[in-house]
């Protein structure tokens, strides 16, 4: 069984400065600061670089997720945000993200084992599984956090050589149990 990957999508999958860039003037002095909220923002913002080639690869290898917040204030945003999904990932079944965006303000209610999430809020911070915490030092782009990934895609009991003999003597010392029982 492939193990659980979400990703977020504001400034982890999506380059929301690249939005933010093509405002109007009016738009700008008008939602000044709360810019996420400007009607059709989330239409003119670009992939991060690597994001959407990563995307692709690690759905290959894992249970691959979409998990972002939409604000409140911003219907449009909710609608923007599949349509942008459709865009760069495809809108029909091929896609590797078909019917996988979830749009939450509780990521820490969806259970799985990795988030790359580049913040901590609405529940990143609580996931139960590992936060992997993108535009850090030690996750600073796609092809960093791609590797270490593909490298915990397996899990231990197949790919780890020790956990197989853990494994192996586990079982001659349960059979040595039943042996004596029988006695
Ligand atoms: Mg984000």
């Known amino acids: 069984m492939k193990k659980i990957l979400y990703i977020d999508l504001d400034n982890t999958l999506v380059?929301?400065?690249?939005?933010?860039?093509?405002?109007?003037?009016?738009?700008?002095?008008?939602y000044e600061k709360r810019l996420d909220e400007v009607p059709g923002v989330f239409a003119r913002m670009e992939p991060i670089s690597g994001a959407i080639e990563a995307f692709r690869t690690l759905a290959k290898s894992f249970d691959t997720y979409?998990?972002?917040?939409?604000?409140?204030?911003?219907?449009s945003a909710w609608q923007h945000k599949l349509e942008w999904v459709q865009e760069h990932l495809g809108a029909d079944a091929t896609g590797p993200a078909y019917k996988r965006l979830i749009l939450s303000?509780?990521?820490?209610l969806n259970r799985g084992d990795f988030l790359v999430d580049d913040g901590m809020a609405v529940g990143a911070d609580r996931f139960e599984g590992e936060l992997i915490k993108f535009l850090t030092p030690k996750f600073a782009d796609w092809h960093t956090v791609t590797r270490y990934l593909l490298e915990r895609a397996e899990t231990?009991?197949?790919?780890d050589p020790r956990a197989k003999r853990e494994s192996r003597s586990l079982r001659s010392s349960d059979l040595q149990t039943v042996v004596s029982s029988a006695r």
């Open 15 to 30: 380059n929301v400065q690249s939005g933010i860039d093509r405002l109007t003037n009016a738009e700008y002095s008008r």
């Open 66 to 75: 979409i998990l972002s917040m939409a604000p409140w204030g911003n219907a």
């Open 105 to 108: 303000h509780h990521k820490h």
């Open 156 to 159: 231990p009991l197949r790919s």
